[in-house]
DNA sequence: TGGCATACTAGAACACGTTCCTGTTATTCG
DNA sequence: CGAATAACAGGAACGTGTTCTAGTATGCCA
């Protein structure tokens, strides 16, 4: 409940270089220490600390460690999707190309096992006040999903239905996974498995 | 990592009557505080001093707090399950059958709308330390929309992944809902819907 | 340029989950 | 029954997320 003014964890237009560069020095540090330690390694003194920058500064830019952690993984999103989008997904089918497109960003994620179960849990934390950065990741992953599905053609709104299904499957098996419920292995083999059942062409 | 013998967080056979007696106590406090304030409002202190027991007892009980809440999860769900399953749901088609039953547990869960968040919230936070009590709950939901499906007959492997994917996706509907990003009804729309999407008979 | 609002620093302070310690009560076993 | 062991009560103490305070620097406007 503050009252003044403050820079939102959404980066507005009207940021000044050094506000610029204080925002990225901050999701720099928390990527490092979450790729290195997972979701109790990102301190908030810690990530103040390196990206030398007053605590109080800190909560001022991302109002909570959730707020921090999911603004991370939206633009973590935000860089797979780029790199992604460079070419149309390979595959025949619509369950083809989604199924390479998600097996490629579960990979990538799960290179870092550690970072990624700092953004997962954050993800899973958030509460109403988190609802913009949460929004951001489910809106540019659901944007992969759905380019893949329609291999150029235009998305119907039932495609972005399915894909909203698939990434919840996506997510959940991620918390599995977490959860020590399954293995990395079998994270991969459920979501493949739903996207052939959502996926019957 | 504690050394010394002490009572699973899951009951064992070997309790004394003053043991269940307290894991009762410890249970229905706990249930209270969430049914009131949600995930915050159970604090350890306070769920100790209502059930009259010692806060080293508590923990002795339950390791933490989120072993706390999916083992009161677990315990609801199995009093739903016991609640259902004295008759076979209606509905002609298996996608009918689940409906029925996966729309009067929302509506159950829906009308404590801060005990559901509070318990859904455990379930996400959930490490690999409570792995066997997030078993329990999900074993218990399988049950129940696996039994729903078949209808009195056999239940198939396919089935049992198939009421998984629902799961995931009802779970994930929940947090979207405590995320403030869909409305109660529409965690009940897009539930329904993916089932029909799932169980296309 | 001077004044003023806003942003930032440094660090104390607070809240709650968790751990630990000390002494007491209950339970089990010889 | 008596002794050893485990369980419990009561409460202090610690760690980390979050908030608050006081002082300093920075950018903006007259």
Known sequence: M???????????DSETAAQRAR????????????????????????????SEVALGTLYRYFPSKVHLLVSAMASEVERLSV?????QA???????????????????????????EAMIRAMMAADASVAAEVVAVRTGMADLI????????????????????LQDVWFARQI???????????VWRDINQAISLVLRD
Chains 1, 2 share one sequence.
């Open 2 to 12: 503050t009252t003044t003014a403050q820079p939102p964890a959404l980066p507005a």
């Open 146 to 165: 759905v380019q893949a599905m329609r291999g150029g053609g235009p998305a119907t709104e039932h495609d972005v239905d399915l894909a909203a299904i």
């Open 90 to 116: 390979p595959g025949e089918t619509r369950a083809e190309r989604v199924a390479f497109v998600l097996e490629r960003s579960t990979r990538s994620l799960q290179r870092d096992p550690l970072l990624t």
């Open 23 to 50: 925002r990225e020095r901050i999701l720099t540090a928390t990527l490092a220490l979450a790729a290195r330690g997972g979701y109790e390694a990102v301190q908030m003194r810690e990530v103040a600390e390196r």
């Open 176 to 186: 599995a996974w977490l959860g020590g419920r399954i293995d990395a292995a079998d």
């Open 83 to 87: 790199r992604l989008q460079k070419r």
